[in-house]
């Protein structure tokens, strides 16, 4: 199984600061890496796809990129709506996996 | 508009079965593989199993095969997930999402999901 180590689980800020989020998966998943974000009690929403695409409506001040087998989820410019949690998740192979999932919240 | 609806949870004992809906409006259900995914409270993400358009091909998380069965009827819009022999570690919100396979690979549509509570 692919395993997808995503840190920081914790991640405290201020709205206007940049954050990065990163997943390092266990071994080549040829960019086929998600990233969503959900909100307490709600769905999670999917932000990117293919470790760099935004999916349509989302602002872009998220961004994704990879580097081998890592994957980074950036936001600049943090927004009050953006404090939630995102999790990663690969789709090369079965089973499909997620991150720990990382909790953004407000300093 | 992309519509998923689950339903089907409640409390239910150890050891019994359940099957979860998902109504889906607003695309051509029959065009997409479809996925369930589940969360325990206050934990993280779990996939649990997908289904081809037509059926044919389904896709198990180890912890869940041989208990759980994906279906579809595309006559009627809908995915189901069987669940039997229940244990409390099924104990979860079920979402079901629109997995989107074409060139690129990601659930783009997620249901508002359905607790299931296992206990005696």
């Known amino acids: 199984d692919i395993q997808l180590t995503q840190s920081p689980s914790f991640l405290s800020a201020s709205v206007g600061d940049r954050v990065t989020i990163t997943c390092r998966a266990s071994?080549?998943?040829?960019?086929?890496l998600a990233w969503y974000q959900q909100q307490p009690g709600k769905a999670p929403k999917l932000l990117i796809f293919?470790?760099?695409t935004r999916q349509s409506g989302v602002p872009s001040r998220f961004s994704g990129s990879e580097s081998g087998t890592g994957f980074t989820l950036t936001i600049i410019s943090l927004q009050p709506e953006d404090f939630a949690t995102y999790y990663c998740?690969?789709?090369?192979?079965?089973?499909?996996?997620f991150g720990q999932g990382t909790r953004l919240e407000i300093k | 508009e992309v519509q998923l609806v689950e339903s089907g949870g409640g409390l239910v004992q150890p050891g019994t079965s359940l099957r979860l809906s998902c109504a889906a409006s607003?695309?051509?259900?029959?065009?997409?593989?479809m996925t369930w995914v589940r969360q325990a409270s206050g934990k993280g993400l779990e996939w649990v199993a997908n289904?081809?358009?037509?059926?044919?091909?389904?896709y198990y998380a180890d912890s869940v095969r041989g208990r759980f069965t994906i279906s579809r009827d595309n006559a009627k819009n809908s995915l189901y997930l069987q669940i039997d022999s229940l244990k409390a570690e099924d104990t979860a919100v079920y979402y079901c999402?629109?997995?989107?396979?074409?060139?690129?690979?990601?659930?783009?549509?997620w249901g508002q999901g359905t607790l299931v509570t296992v206990s005696s």
């Open positions: 289904i081809k358009e037509d059926g044919s091909e389904k």
């Open positions: 071994q080549d998943i040829s960019s086929h």
């Open positions: 998740q690969q789709l090369k192979s079965y089973p499909i996996t």
């Open positions: 293919r470790a760099s």
């Open positions: 999402a629109r997995y989107f396979r074409s060139g690129n690979y990601y659930q783009d549509h």
């Open positions: 607003g695309f051509t259900f029959s065009d997409y593989f």
